[in-house]
């Protein structure tokens, strides 16, 4: 049991943490749209960003949970971490999709948007991640 509480905690973290940065992306948006004077969103681009991003890392956490299974950080590569980063951001546009009834043509362009975010917040997690295990 203790097993499935560690990677459902590490799973909230990564979440957690990717919300974050999504958040950070939500304020430069809302800067924008104030400095460039048009009108908002019915959700404020922060919260609304960084719920989508704690959603995408939490996705992303249990791809990788799936497929790395017992591997450290320090036996992957950033590349096939940013792959499976892009891979969970790809998933979550589409279960984003079809949770929220837009229409599938709108994958074309919130697919890409979440792919990318994917593989950087993935990259930059294995950044941090390594830090803090030379670190430790």
């Given at each position: 049991?203790?097993?499935?509480l560690?990677?459902?905690?590490g799973?909230?973290?990564?979440g ?11 304020l430069l948006?809302l800067?924008?749209?104030f400095?460039v004077g048009?009108p ?8 609304g960003f ?9 996705t992303?956490s249990?791809i ?8 450290r ?6 590349l ?6 892009g ?11 079809f949770m ?9 362009v919130?697919g890409p ?6 593989v ?17």
């Open positions: 049991m203790k097993k499935w560690r990677r459902i905690r799973m909230v973290g990564m957690v943490i990717w919300g974050m940065v999504w958040f950070a992306a939500g948006v800067l924008a749209i400095l048009a908002g969103a019915d959700v404020p681009f922060p919260i960084g719920l989508l991003g704690f959603c995408a890392g939490v992303f249990g990788l949970g799936v497929i790395e299974g017992r591997r950080f320090d036996q992957m590569s950033l096939r971490f940013g792959v499976l980063g891979a969970g951001g790809l998933l979550f546009s589409g279960i984003f999709i929220t009834d837009l229409g599938w043509d709108v994958l074309v919130v948007v979440f792919t990318l975010s994917g950087g917040c993935a990259a930059g997690s294995l950044a941090l991640a390594r830090i803090a295990e030379e670190k430790a």
